[in-house]
């Protein structure tokens, strides 16, 4: 029974925990830029951008901007994968 715990990659396992800390305050739905494609998915977040993993698209402050193209968060739309 406790060789399967062993058994997960440690990412794996911070995935779970980081998800399940993301479950009470933000959302997993992902976010696509209209101008060049670029996947805004917030348990990555955007690190360059100030945005820690783990932060719902609707939490991203409102100057925050595409990091690949600069497109502002209202050229981004619900990406229905
Ligand atoms: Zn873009």
């Known amino acids: 029974m406790r060789a399967q715990e062993a058994t997960w ?5 911070c ?9 009470s305050t ?5 976010w696509i830029c209209e ?7 917030p348990a990555e977040g955007d690190p ?6 783990g932060t719902a698209f609707e939490d ?3 100057d925050w901007f595409c990091p690949v193209c600069g497109a502002r968060k209202a ?7």
């Open 15 to 23: 995935l779970l925990s980081g998800n399940l800390a993301a479950m």
């Open 26 to 30: 933000a959302t997993t739905q992902l």
């Open 75 to 81: 050229d981004f739309e619900p990406y229905e994968g």
């Open 9 to 13: 990659p440690a990412g794996f396992a």
């Open 60 to 62: 991203i402050p409102e």
């Open 48 to 53: 360059d951008g100030g945005i820690p993993p």
């Open 35 to 41: 101008s060049c494609g670029f996947i805004y998915d």
